[in-house]
């Protein structure tokens, strides 16, 4: 599992992830040492980035795990997120799915009414 966490903040989470499970965090060049050393005492790796527009240059990321032998990348996160993907120029497909919510879903989110949708552009 790869994390973007440009100022470590994962570093104050003390369960997450799972123990035993291997990760990943993109971290930008000013984080804190000691929350890096907090992550890496959990088993994750801290892999310093260059910063583009206050997060970490998704260049940067991508060119430091393709180093790793990393040759694709699921981006689940939020618009910021694909934004800097889509930016950075560093994705070749995507694929959007949005759910049919149920009845009590719609109490909770009422904005959520399209129907399902799969798209791969």
Same mark, same amino acid.
């Given at each position: 599992?790869?994390?973007?966490?440009?100022?470590?903040?994962?570093?104050?989470?003390?369960?997450?992830?799972?123990?035993?499970?291997? #990760?990943?965090?993109?971290?930008?060049?000013?984080?804190?040492?000691?929350?890096?050393?907090?992550?890496?005492?959990?088993?994750?790796?801290?892999?310093?980035?260059?910063?583009?527009?206050?997060?970490?240059?998704?260049?940067?990321?991508?060119?430091?795990?393709?180093?790793?032998?990393?040759?694709?990348?699921?981006?689940?996160?939020?618009?910021?997120?694909?934004?800097? #993907?889509?930016?950075?120029?560093?994705?070749?497909?995507?694929?959007? #799915?949005?759910?049919?919510?149920?009845?009590?879903?719609?109490?909770? #989110?009422?904005?959520?009414?399209?129907?399902?949708?799969?798209?791969?552009?």
């Amino acid at each position: 599992m790869v994390v973007f966490d440009t100022t470590l903040s994962l570093a104050q989470e003390t369960d997450w992830p799972m123990r035993g499970r291997e #990760f990943i965090v993109m971290a930008g060049d000013a984080a804190e040492p000691a929350r890096a050393r907090a992550v890496e005492s959990r088993g994750g790796k801290v892999i310093r980035c260059s910063m583009e527009g206050g997060r970490v240059s998704v260049r940067d990321a991508v060119a430091h795990l393709a180093a790793m032998k990393f040759t694709r990348l699921l981006v689940e996160g939020g618009p910021r997120l694909f934004a800097s #993907f889509v930016a950075a120029q560093a994705w070749g497909t995507r694929a959007g #799915f949005t759910s049919r919510p149920s009845t009590s879903d719609r109490a909770a #989110f009422p904005c959520a009414h399209r129907a399902p949708e799969m798209r791969s552009t």
